[in-house]
């Protein structure tokens, strides 16, 4: 069965510091995989998605960068933290088959800028 | 812009009472799925429709997909405290497949 790694579960961090945020996925091959943010209570704002090893298509210009040296392996990135980062981001792969597609998703990452 | 409108945006009733929850689009979707999340967690799949029309049932839930496949709706039937939760659709356009969601819909019941 397919399973998706997220850490840290939490993580604070200062202002100008730098941020990595890694993402697994188990039992699937050539996922399409997502890393959202999830401001409280509300919905998922897709920040990164990419659909094969060194293919990242970015949603919102912003203060992160994300990698996929890996096919199952999502990397989420900053080289400086501004405190607007602070946020839940959650990880997430897909597998589109002929337009049927469902998100599986990580445990998710507390990020709070300090 | 917001391709997949969600609403209420927010929800709180008593136990027992019932709730429809909706999602609407002037996109197409090949696919359509409604999530819960919990807090501290990510969303979990609670059921995906492809065919306008469909109509699925899940114990209390049911979900229907519409006729032109532009929109859904989840309704609860005597909703329970444990169906408190954020409730996330999310659509496969036909056009791309891309995935799109909706903003949420925060649940609450009360005892």
């Known amino acids: 069965s397919q399973t998706i790694h997220q850490w840290p579960a939490t993580l604070v961090q200062p202002v100008g510091s730098p941020l990595s945020l890694e993402c697994t996925v188990e039992?699937?091959?050539?996922?399409?995989l997502y890393w959202y943010r999830q401001a409280a209570g509300r919905g998922l704002q897709l920040l990164f998605y990419?659909?094969?090893?060194?293919?990242i298509s970015s949603e919102v210009p912003q203060n992160l960068s994300a990698s996929r040296p890996q096919d199952r392996q999502f990397i989420l990135s900053s080289k400086k933290l501004l405190l607007s980062d602070s946020g839940f981001y959650l990880c997430?792969?897909?597998?589109?088959?002929?337009?049927?597609?469902?998100?599986?998703f990580g445990q998710g990452t507390r990020l709070t800028v300090v | 812009t917001q391709l997949l409108e969600q609403s209420p945006q927010f929800l709180s009733i008593q136990e027992g009472e019932n709730l429809t929850v909706y999602c609407n689009s002037s996109?197409?979707?090949?696919?359509l799925q409604w999530y819960r999340q919990e807090p501290g967690e990510g969303p979990v799949l609670l059921v995906t429709?492809?065919?306008g029309g469909e109509v699925k049932k899940l114990k209390r839930l049911t979900f229907q997909f519409g006729d032109a496949r532009k929109d859904s709706s989840l309704h609860i039937t005597a909703a329970q405290t444990g169906d408190t939760g954020l409730y996330l659709c999310?659509?496969?356009?036909?056009?791309?497949?891309?995935?799109?969601w909706g903003a949420g819909t925060k649940l609450i019941i009360k005892p």
């Open positions: 990419s659909v094969g090893i060194g293919q």
């Open positions: 039992g699937t091959s050539n996922p399409n």
């Open positions: 999310a659509g496969v356009l036909d056009s791309n497949y891309q995935l799109i």
């Open positions: 997430a792969w897909s597998v589109v088959l002929g337009g049927f597609s469902e998100a599986f």
């Open positions: 429709v492809v065919t």
């Open positions: 996109s197409v979707f090949s696919s």
